[in-house]
């Protein structure tokens, strides 16, 4: 809202204009693919399939533009999920959700001191906790599966509110908040810096180690929350829970055109390529192509993205 | 992130953690230091010490390769199917391994050097896309009944020397001469210290950036015989996470991420001191799903230690 009323750069534009040119263009498709795919219960069914993509992706959203990147996201996911579900399936909801958000809250922070103040790079310190959030989850679960959760906790995930998907309410809830975040509140403002020039961020006086403590611990965070929509929504959690979810989460912020070198991009993108990348499993699915091939498509579309968005800028800027 | 730069009377953190892992283990269980365990040791850290030199020269251009590890599964399961469904010869099968995993790595390569798109976006695409792929080609099974001839790559011998120490020392013999005594080395330190100036000079930079992603690719296909073998099947997850373990010997034995700074026999005790690490949790019965969790700490420590040790 604010972004448009400015004059968009013309890399800006060009992310805009080709994102909502492939969103157009998978629609018109994919309606003359398959007789099912315009039909209210399969919007219904892409809505909540982005919600909980951007879910995933809205806290890397944050870190990627201070020009770090989170790759525990999905691992840690897992583990609070994990921890959460133990909990709620004894029926003690509250804890469970407030432990689960303060188990994603101190991964996040654990990360946000290594890159911070140990000087990890933020790739490797991240990729340390996946492996150490994924066997954490293997020696909480010991192979087991939570399953059943309480229906008022479901509803979290499955849940419909006047005939809106739940998941699909707290995904805009968030979306308009962190938008709001980014663009008027010092905080938001000090993130684009800091992935923009940090040595700059710095001399102007940003407190620039805390605050990316600060955003890799809301990364952590989101990620406790997603991952409680996400066992909400699948009433089950195991140490699986967010395997494989690392390429999907990245493949939104990417697609969202938030650049990876930082300081530029925001969440409205993430919420952007959130919806193709739903668009595209639905698609997928429906035309009958075998769930191994997803994995392919999200990595042929991270790749196509950013060399779309890099050649046009090394073109016209 | 000079910190974590091997300088001369700075040995890297692998070593000290090398020599303080063996000595634990030693003493917590006699099993440890027997002739028998220390060549079991030598044997699990054959196909990550490959896989950790093709990420050696990748990091010292200021790069990573995230997926070296679906890029082995994929070889080892291309491997698996030329032999058990279209009963080829091994040799055939070799090739068209190797062949893959050049072709994974000159796609990378392509990528980083013409495109100049980021190194870790462009490997996580294609382990995606690696990994997809071993997958729709296996349906998610593993490929069995591979002939006995394959076992050959981790129970042979020649000389009385495992087969797999052979292919370690064969890798380290070629990726030294390349590294120290031709120019194409030379270049690889130069992209990552000045990459600018070596594009001044006339090099032509891009050639030798993807070459360094294609070796890399081809030595993961290298290892991936290794792993099939030991496992006497291909499973397109055999290696998912290996990657992780490589870039941990890399960073360890004390190549940085930045300035071309670093080398190659850090990398090798770097991987030791990872095989001895996962080789003496085993012994001392730490159950599976402790042992990830404590191999990343341990991992991720080091790299703390050494980069606040740097600092100092």
């Known amino acids: ?317 | 992130m000079s910190s974590l730069a091997l300088r001369p009377g700075h040995y890297p953190g692998a070593a000290y953690l090398f020599v303080l892992l063996a000595a634990a283990f030693a003493f917590a269980t006699p099993d440890f230091a027997s002739a028998r365990n220390l060549s079991n040791v030598g044997l699990q850290a054959a196909a990550l010490t490959i896989l950790a030199l093709g990420m050696t020269l990748v990091i010292l251009t200021e790069g990573i390769d995230l997926s070296l590890g679906a890029v082995l599964g994929l070889a080892g399961v291309v491997m698996g199917i030329v032999l058990v469904s279209h009963g080829a010869s091994l040799p055939l099968a070799i090739g068209a391994a190797l062949l893959v995993g050049l072709c994974a790595g000159a796609l990378n390569g392509a990528l980083i050097a013409w495109a100049a798109l980021p190194p870790f976006i462009v490997t996580l695409g294609t382990y995606g896309m690696a990994q997809s792929i071993a997958m729709v080609l296996t349906e998610g099974n593993s490929v069995t009944g591979l002939p006995p001839a394959v076992r050959w790559f981790n129970e042979g011998e020649w000389l009385g020397v495992p087969i797999p120490i052979w292919a370690v020392l064969a890798t380290l013999g070629v990726t030294y001469v390349l590294l120290y005594h031709t120019k194409f080395g030379r270049y690889v330190f130069a992209i990552g210290g000045n990459r600018r100036a070596l594009e001044l000079a006339g090099v032509r930079v891009r050639l030798y950036l993807a070459a360094v992603y294609a070796y890399a690719g081809l030595l993961a296909a290298l290892a991936s015989f290794i792993m099939t073998a030991r496992m006497n099947a291909a499973h397109p997850t055999i290696a998912i996470g290996l990657e992780f373990d490589a870039i941990a010997a890399v960073v360890l034995g004390g190549t940085s991420f930045e300035k071309g700074r670093g080398g190659m026999w850090g990398t090798v005790v770097g991987a030791l001191a990872i095989a001895v690490l996962r080789n003496g949790l085993n012994l001392i019965g730490m159950s599976a799903e402790w042992q990830v969790a404590v191999v990343g700490i341990v991992i991720v420590a080091a790299v703390a230690l050494d980069a606040l040790r740097g600092r100092a």
Not at chain 1, 115 to 131: E, H, K, N, Q, R
Not at chain 1, 243 to 266: K, M, N, R
Not at chain 1, 289 to 312: C, E, H, N, R
């Open chain 1, 1 to 317: 809202m604010i972004a448009t009323v400015q004059r968009l750069p013309a890399d800006v534009a060009f992310v805009v204009f080709s994102r909502t040119a492939v969103v157009a263009a998978l629609v018109a498709l994919l309606a003359v693919a398959s007789p099912h795919f315009l039909t209210s219960d399969n919007m219904v069914i892409i809505l909540r399939q982005a919600a909980l993509q951007f879910l995933l992706s809205a806290g890397l959203t944050l870190v990627v533009l201070t020009g770090g990147i989170d790759l525990s996201v999905g691992a840690v996911l897992g583990l609070s999920a994990c921890v959460g579900a133990a909990l709620i399936a004894k029926g003690f909801l509250l804890a469970g959700i407030i432990a689960a958000l303060g188990v994603g809250l101190a991964c996040g922070l654990v990360n946000g001191l290594m890159v911070a103040y140990v000087g990890i790079p933020a790739f490797i310190a991240t990729y340390g906790m996946l492996w150490i959030a994924h066997g954490l989850g293997y020696v909480f679960m010991k192979g087991e599966v939570i399953h059943g959760f309480d229906p008022a906790f479901r509803a979290l995930g499955a849940g419909f509110w006047a005939g809106i998907p739940i998941p699909v309410l707290v995904a805009a809830v968030l979306l308009l908040a962190l938008h709001i975040v980014l663009y008027l509140t010092p905080f938001g403002r000090a993130l684009y810096a800091i992935g923009g020039n940090p040595v700059a961020a710095r001399l102007t006086g940003i407190p620039t180690k805390r605050r990316l403590v600060q955003v890799y611990g809301i990364s952590g965070l989101l990620a406790g929350f997603a991952g409680l929509v996400v066992i909400a929504r699948v009433n089950a959690a195991d140490s699986g829970t967010g395997e494989e979810l690392l390429l999907p989460i990245i493949a939104a912020v990417v697609l969202g055109g938030t650049s990876l070198f930082g300081g530029v991009g925001g969440i409205m993108g993430t919420a952007m390529g959130a919806l193709i990348l739903a668009l595209v499993v639905n698609g997928m699915n429906m035309l009958g192509i075998p769930t191994f091939w997803q994995a392919f498509a999200m990595g042929a579309i991270v790749i196509l993205a950013v060399l779309a968005d890099v050649s046009f800028k090394r073109r016209y800027s």
